[in-house]
């Protein structure tokens, strides 16, 4: 027969409630900002504040970036552009100098190779928007 002891410890029963809160973004929940200005009087303004500089700051960069990728784009045209046209008038002319296979591998090879960069590079970025997409 158990002792008055272990039949206490056996009827015992232990009741744990746990309680957990989470949020995402840059702001914490309103009852949270509340609980910050009853410490801290203003602190829900500040944090306000300190989430709209980093917003602007965020946004700034983000327009910083597009406008680095359009103009790199840009500069990108422009120097393929100049390499076709650079490798057709070489080409060309060592054609009309007499140098036919020297000519033709100079000229086809230069816009062959603007062709390949400029598949590959549509293919890389169509890849890179699938997985962004996929991401989402």
Known sequence: MPSNRSRSLLQAKTTRIVRTEAYE???PSPEILARYNEVCPGA???????????ARHR???EAEVIRSR????????FCGLAIGISSIVCGTAAVIWGHSWAGTFIGTGGVAGLVGVFIHGTNSSRAE????ASQN
């Open 25 to 27: 973004g840059p702001l």
């Open 129 to 132: 928007r699938e997985a962004k």
């Open 70 to 77: 359009t103009r790199d784009s840009r500069c990108g045209i």
């Open 44 to 54: 829900a303004e500040r944090i306000l504040v300190m989430a709209e500089n980093q």
């Open 59 to 61: 946004q700034g960069l």
